[in-house]
């Protein structure tokens, strides 16, 4: 990135809304074991007989709402047995989280706590749940350093472009005062929607060409601390 871009960046931020999962977090080692089990459970006690997808295809939707996750994965079941199913993976999730076995990305603390030492507004936009996303920051001791959540709740907030406007409206800033970072074309339509820049982490889930446009390319989520 050139100095002019870079000093136009560094003085225009002044909210980083960071993605979680392929940003911050990878759940790859976890997220297969904890949908079969999930899953299975839900046979057992249900009679039904059901389908795992495979990790690859569980992978795929990594980024989208969770509603939309498990309709994509197993639409033969009806909500409330997904919304059943969905509950048992966020709890699993987040008790292996606890015990430290998802990973966090290299660099991601020291990161974020320098970060918030320059006085950036650091915030999450993420469409994962609360609990999950909670379970995280405080697993690794992050949760200090980041404003309020917000997160979707299928009524006034229904996308990740509506977490990152309601940041910015509670913060009463410009779409250009926020950079979205993200791995998924989920991050960039919310930058688009709320008219702001996009880092684009491509160490993340994207699929090869899913991400074709940008502000600012990330090889590893340390490269903020060049720019900001």
């Known amino acids: 990135?050139?100095?002019?871009?870079?000093s136009f960046y560094s003085k225009q931020i002044k909210i980083l809304a960071f993605d979680v999962d392929g940003t911050l977090f990878s759940s790859e080692a976890i997220i297969l074991d904890t949908y079969v089990e999930s899953i299975q459970k839900f046979s057992i006690n249900s009679g039904k007989k059901v389908i795992v997808p495979t990790k690859e295809k569980i992978l795929e939707q990594v980024g989208l709402p969770v509603k939309q996750i498990f309709q994509n994965l197993l639409p033969e079941l009806s909500e409330s047995e997904r919304d059943s199913?969905?509950?048992?993976?966020?709890?699993?999730?987040?008790?292996?989280?606890?015990?430290?076995?998802?990973?966090?990305?290299?660099?991601?603390?020291?990161?974020?706590?320098?970060?918030?030492?320059?006085?950036?507004?650091?915030?999450?936009?993420?469409?994962?749940?609360?609990?999950?996303?909670?379970?995280?920051?405080?697993?690794?001791?992050?949760?200090?350093?980041?404003?309020?959540?917000?997160?979707?709740?299928?009524?006034?907030?229904?996308?990740k472009g509506d977490i990152l406007k309601g940041y910015l409206s509670n913060f009463q800033k410009t779409g250009l005062s926020a950079l979205m970072i993200g791995d998924r074309k989920s991050d960039l339509d919310a930058a688009l929607e709320a008219e702001s820049p996009f880092a684009f982490c491509e160490y993340g889930h994207a699929e090869p060409n899913e991400i074709n446009l940008y502000s600012i390319k990330l090889q590893s989520i340390s490269d903020l601390l060049a720019i900001f």
């Open 1 to 6: 990135m050139n100095k002019t871009l870079q």
């Open 85 to 159: 199913i969905s509950d048992n993976v966020l709890r699993l999730l987040c008790e292996k989280i606890f015990e430290k076995k998802g990973m966090l990305y290299k660099g991601v603390a020291e990161t974020i706590r320098e970060l918030h030492s320059r006085d950036y507004l650091l915030c999450i936009a993420s469409n994962g749940r609360a609990a999950y996303i909670n379970a995280i920051l405080e697993a690794y001791n992050l949760k200090e350093y980041f404003q309020e959540l917000i997160v979707i709740d299928y009524v006034s907030i229904r996308s």
